[in-house]
C-alpha cells in the first residue's frame, strides 16, 4: 500500500464513529448489539469492515475513504438507486442494502453502505487466486460460470431508461437519469454522449511512455493516433452509431470477475460494487472484462499469424470464449422471450472495437491504433 492510501485508511479508521455505526445497525434489527470485527479491507475508494451480531448475523460495512465531496455523493446515491432498481426489476443476485448516508454531515461522520453480507470468495480469489490461474477464470469453471454471467448481462441490459447518465430515484420513487460528474447530461442521443466523451476526454499517459517505444515510425504512428482519436470520434459520432435514441440499457462499470461472488463450487453468489453503473449507448455494451482482448485492428501486426489468428495460446482461447459467450446470450435472450439487442451488440465487431478503444483510452491509456476506430 502506497504511503497516501495508508493515510487516507489510518485518517478513515480516526475520523468514523464506529460505535454510532453499530448503534445505526443495532436499531435497525431491534436492538440486537453488533461489534466491529477488527479485519479490514480496502480498495482505493473505500474501506470495508464486518459488522457482527449477538445473534450470529453478519453485516458489511463499506465506508468512504476520503471527506465526501458533491461528486462522490452524487455516485454514491446513483450506487444505491442503480442498486434498488436493479432488485425491483431483474432476479440479479445483489446484496441488499440496510442503510446508507451519501456525506459526513451524520452520527457516524462518515459516507457509508450497511449492506448484506454474501458468504463466499469473489472469483478472481477461488480455486486458489491468482497464485494458481493468474486472475484467469479456470478453464473447467468456464462454461457454468459463463452461463451464469450471461443470464446476468441480459437481465442487466433489460432495464433501460430514456436517457444516458447516472441512475437517478426521485422522490416518487420513479427512476430516471441525471449527469454524469465530469461529462454532463444527461443525454437523449448516443451521438451526443459520444461527443461529449471527445470534448471531455484526456489520454492518462505522458508523453514520456510514447517516447519509450523504440521504433520512431512506431511511435509516431500511436502518438498521432492517441492526439487524433477524439477529434476523429466527435465528427464520426453520427457514423458509428446505429441506435442513436433511447431507451438505453443498465451497464455495470466494471462487470468483471473480480466483482462476482462465487460459492466453493463457483456458482454466482452475488455481483458487487455497482459504484460508476449507469445507462449508455448499446454500442458502448462490452462483453465481461474478463473476455478482454484488444481488437486486432487497434493492435500490433506482430502478434497475428498471416491467417490474422493471434499467436498468444491465451489470446485464441478468448476468442474462443468470446464466441462461445456471444452464443449462449443469444440462446438465453430467446430463453426469456426478450430481444436481441445484447447478442446483436456483442457480435458487431465495430462496435466492440469502439467501446473498447473508449474504455482504454481514458483508464489505463493502452498504447493503440486509435485510428482503426474509424
Not at 457514423?239 to 440499457?249: A, K, Q, R, S, V
Amino acid at each position: 500500500m502506497d504511503s497516501s492510501l495508508e493515510r487516507s485508511v489510518n485518517e478513515c479508521l480516526t475520523r468514523t464513529n464506529w460505535d454510532q455505526l453499530c448503534l445505526l445497525a443495532s436499531s435497525l434489527r431491534q436492538g440486537v448489539p453488533c461489534r466491529v470485527l477488527p479485519e479490514l479491507k480496502n480498495g482505493l475508494n473505500h474501506l470495508v469492515r464486518l459488522l457482527s451480531f449477538d445473534d450470529g448475523t453478519t453485516w458489511i460495512a463499506r465506508v468512504r475513504l476520503r471527506a465526501s465531496t458533491q461528486e462522490s455523493a452524487l455516485v454514491l446515491q446513483s450506487e444505491v438507486d442503480t442498486m434498488t432498481l436493479i432488485h425491483q426489476r431483474t432476479s440479479i443476485p445483489i446484496p441488499t442494502v440496510y442503510a446508507y448516508e451519501v456525506d459526513t454531515r451524520n452520527p457516524t461522520n462518515a459516507a457509508f453502505i450497511l449492506m448484506q453480507f454474501v458468504p463466499g470468495n469473489v472469483a478472481t480469489d477461488s480455486d486458489g487466486g491468482y497464485k494458481v490461474h493468474q486472475g484467469q477464470v479456470p478453464l473447467y469453471r468456464r462454461p457454468s460460470f459463463y452461463l451464469a454471467a450471461a443470464k446476468i448481462q441480459v437481465q442487466m441490459t433489460s432495464v433501460r431508461l430514456p436517457m444516458i447518465g447516472m441512475v437517478i430515484r426521485d422522490s416518487n420513487g420513479d427512476y430516471t437519469v441525471g449527469p454524469f460528474p465530469h461529462l454532463g447530461g444527461p443525454f437523449r442521443r448516443a451521438t451526443d454522449f459520444i461527443e461529449a466523451w471527445a470534448r471531455h476526454s484526456r489520454f492518462p499517459l505522458s508523453l514520456d511512455a510514447v517516447n519509450r517505444i523504440p521504433s520512431a515510425d512506431l511511435r509516431s504512428r500511436i502518438l498521432t493516433s492517441i492526439e487524433a482519436f477524439p477529434n476523429q470520434l466527435a465528427s464520426s459520432a453520427a457514423d458509428l452509431i446505429t441506435h442513436d435514441d433511447g431507451p438505453f440499457p443498465i451497464t455495470h462499470a466494471d462487470f468483471f470477475h473480480s466483482n462476482i461472488i462465487v460459492d466453493s463450487d463457483f456458482n454466482i453468489q452475488s455481483v458487487i460494487d455497482w459504484e460508476d453503473a449507469c445507462t449508455m449507448p448499446w454500442e458502448l455494451v462490452e462483453q465481461p472484462t474478463f473476455l478482454d482482448t484488444v481488437p486486432p485492428e487497434l493492435d500490433a501486426p506482430w502478434n497475428y499469424d498471416e491467417d490474422g489468428v493471434p499467436v498468444d495460446p491465451d489470446t485464441r482461447q478468448t476468442w474462443d470464449d468470446r464466441r462461445q459467450y456471444e452464443k449462449t446470450v443469444a440462446e438465453m435472450e430467446l430463453e426469456t422471450q426478450g430481444d436481441n439487442m445484447l447478442s446483436l451488440t456483442l457480435s458487431n465487431r465495430r462496435h466492440q472495437k469502439l467501446a473498447y478503444a473508449m474504455r482504454v483510452y481514458t483508464n489505463p491509456g493502452k498504447l493503440l491504433f486509435y485510428d482503426k476506430v474509424i
